[in-house]
């Protein structure tokens, strides 16, 4: 390289050369708020609860913490069947039919009378002093062409195993996440289904209200959403029916298992769409009202042990 060349690169100002780069310190991250640590803490519930091996469930305390975690009886790792579930429960809706119809003499309570042939008119019977026709089908109060028979019989038989089967099929049902969300239920994702409580919910004797009480205890649990939704559901019925004394329909909410219900009712009885049966009075149509299966169902650990005894 020629002499000049070298020398004006080395008589260049020193403001022109590079600086090397100094990185900067990162400032202190501030300290985490409360609406921060309550979402810390939902996402490791969510972490723990997709961590719990198959076939096991969260015992939750009254105040929502989580106690401890057991294995589910064997009667909730069978298949779900719909058709089955479907099946029984339109047995028992079936079974439930009273028998109706007509009274033997409705629309037949006419003074009629037939002129006989080639008068020019229809051979429709007619009130004695008029040509108004009565008493036949198609006339203004008269008689139904086929009504429906009292001796009919309503009722569909079951086989016992089948009627066996769709409930253990309707139980299979209530602990599978997805389901029970396309049924339309509301509840805590990191909620372990069925959600299963301590047996403290049996002797619990409130100081004040019970009611009240019991939609604290379902606020912590996280699946007072769910009495919410239907306590929003409830309308007026469709049809004739809302002059039969059926004016209203409610949704299903939350379906709770204990040993003893007449206790427990006193929580949670008069919530709109609560109900509170024993693990005897379990069946298909009780879990999966409608024959949809997959309702949202709380356990008490004595209850829950009761089924330990069940077959699959």
């Known amino acids: 390289m020629p002499e000049s060349k070298k020398k004006s690169a080395s008589d260049a100002p020193a403001e ?13 991250e501030p300290e985490k708020g409360p609406k921060a640590a309550k979402a810390a803490k939902a996402k490791e519930a969510k972490a723990e609860v997709r961590s719990l091996e198959a076939g096991r469930v969260h015992v939750y305390s009254l105040d929502g913490d989580v106690v ?7 009667v909730f790792q069978g298949e779900v069947r719909s058709d089955l579930i479907r099946r029984a429960v339109t047995a028992a809706q ?48 008269g008689r139904r062409a086929h009504p ?8 569909k038989k079951v086989n016992e195993n089948e009627r066996r089967l769709a409930r253990n099929a309707a139980l299979a049902a209530v602990k599978e996440v997805t389901i029970v969300s ?29 009611t009240q009480e019991g939609v604290k205890i379902l606020d912590r649990l996280g699946v007072y959403a769910d009495v919410e939704r239907a306590k929003d559901g409830r309308h007026v019925r469709a049809g004739r029916g809302k002059m039969r004394g059926r004016r209203y329909r ?52 004595g209850a829950l042990e009761v089924l330990r005894s069940w077959s699959p």
């Open 94 to 141: 079936a079974n439930r039919r009273q028998p109706y119809g007509p009274g033997r003499r409705s629309g037949a309570k006419h003074s009629v009378r037939w002129s006989g042939k080639g008068h020019g008119v229809s051979r429709v019977p007619r009130i004695r002093g008029s040509m108004t026709g009565a008493q036949a089908p198609g006339t203004v109060g």
């Open 68 to 74: 401890k975690s057991v294995d589910l009886p064997t």
């Open 182 to 210: 396309a049924r339309g239920h509301a509840f805590k994702e990191e909620l372990s289904l069925p959600v299963v409580i301590e047996d403290g919910i049996e002797t619990l004797q409130p100081d004040g209200g019970a």
């Open 250 to 301: 409610q949704p299903r909410s939350l379906l709770v298992v204990v040993k003893d219900p007449a206790k427990v009712r006193r929580l949670f009885g008069n919530l709109p769409g609560v109900e509170v049966v024993s693990p005897a009075g379990l069946s298909a149509e009780v879990l999966a009202p409608g024959g949809d299966p997959g309702r949202l169902t709380m356990f008490s650990e």
């Open 148 to 155: 429906p028979r009292v001796e009919k019989v309503w009722a």
């Open 16 to 28: 022109s050369r590079r600086t090397p780069r100094v990185r900067r310190k990162k400032a202190a």
